[in-house]
């Protein structure tokens, strides 16, 4: 029998209050699984960050307000998560402002982090798995 | 605890310190919010204390405000401490961690310990 994945996916308008819609769409994804309370606190984490960055980030001198696609999926007892957005790309933020901790952070709790285009066009993707039993560390 | 708790932020003057509470999760969407109380506060008081032992989650936007607090507190003369106890959040202590910025932040281990140390 094929296995079901469960899956969340929500777009949000690429601003501040968005950000939070996203962590609460994941916790909610995560309070159905057997997953530890400091585990998804972690992930709830990175995500963040990771849409902190799109918000912030990918958008920046542009005229429209854009969006940030986030799926997340549970397959096998790991997360694995895709933000995406189609800013500016990578190139662009090396001159913008911040603490600079947010990749690093996601870094940290992920078990692995790829960023790059998306395969639809411009933009930037970061694509995180989480490990959903014992944290990642 | 995750996002049981009803998030907020109060301002309490303590004394000569003003305690900035922020209770529930914080992130870039009220960092503006709370940039904006902080700075009321070190505009009056002598000493500022945050109080994090209500607040369930921070991310960097936070911390950046946090930062800056810190410095502009030291700018002014101002006493200044945050709040990070045991019953903070889990990301609270954990992206401090991370960072390596709970070596960097005046922290207390309590609420009662941030206010007398702001206090001078």
């Known amino acids: 029998?094929?296995?079901?994945?469960?899956?969340?996916?929500?777009?949000i308008a690429a601003a501040a209050p968005g950000v939070p819609l996203v962590r609460h769409a994941l916790r909610g994804l995560l309070s159905g699984l057997d997953v530890d309370e400091d585990v998804i606190a972690d992930i709830a984490l990175a995500v963040t960050e990771a849409c902190t960055n799109a918000?912030?980030?990918?958008?920046?001198?542009?005229?429209?307000?854009?969006?940030?696609?986030?799926?997340?999926?549970?397959?096998?007892?790991?997360?694995?998560?895709?933000?995406?957005d189609h800013g500016n790309g990578m190139s662009a933020r090396v001159d913008t402002p911040g603490l600079g901790v947010g990749l690093p952070v996601i870094a940290a709790i992920a078990q692995s982090i790829e960023i790059g285009a998306p395969d639809t066009g411009d933009g930037t993707e970061v694509r995180m798995r989480f490990a959903l039993a014992g944290g990642a560390e | 605890m995750t996002n049981g708790a009803t998030n907020g932020?109060?301002?309490?003057?303590?004394?000569?310190?003003?305690?900035?509470?922020?209770?529930?999760?914080?992130?870039?969407?009220?960092?503006?919010?709370?940039?904006?109380?902080?700075?009321?506060?070190?505009?009056?008081?002598?000493?500022?204390?945050?109080?994090?032992?209500?607040?369930?989650?921070?991310?960097?936007?936070?911390?950046?405000?946090?930062i800056?607090?810190?410095?502009?507190?030291?700018?002014?003369?101002?006493?200044?401490?945050?709040?990070?106890?045991?019953?903070s959040g889990h990301g609270v202590h954990r992206l401090l961690t991370l960072t390596g910025l709970d070596a960097k932040l005046s922290m207390r281990p309590s609420r009662e310990d941030a206010i007398a140390a702001a206090s001078g």
């Open chain 2, 68 to 87: 800056t607090a810190q410095e502009n507190a030291a700018k002014r003369g101002a006493g200044f401490a945050i709040a990070v106890a045991e019953t």
């Open chain 2, 9 to 66: 932020i109060d301002v309490e003057r303590v004394g000569d310190v003003d305690v900035v509470t922020l209770r529930g999760e914080h992130d870039l969407s009220t960092a503006d919010d709370v940039s904006r109380h902080i700075e009321s506060a070190l505009g009056t008081a002598t000493g500022l204390a945050i109080d994090l032992s209500e607040t369930t989650f921070i991310d960097s936007a936070v911390l950046r405000v946090l």
């Open chain 1, 55 to 84: 918000v912030v980030h990918a958008y920046a001198g542009h005229d429209h307000e854009g969006t940030i696609h986030v799926i997340a999926t549970h397959v096998d007892g790991s997360l694995a998560v895709t933000v995406r």
């Open chain 1, 1 to 11: 029998m094929e296995m079901v994945a469960e899956r969340v996916e929500i777009e």
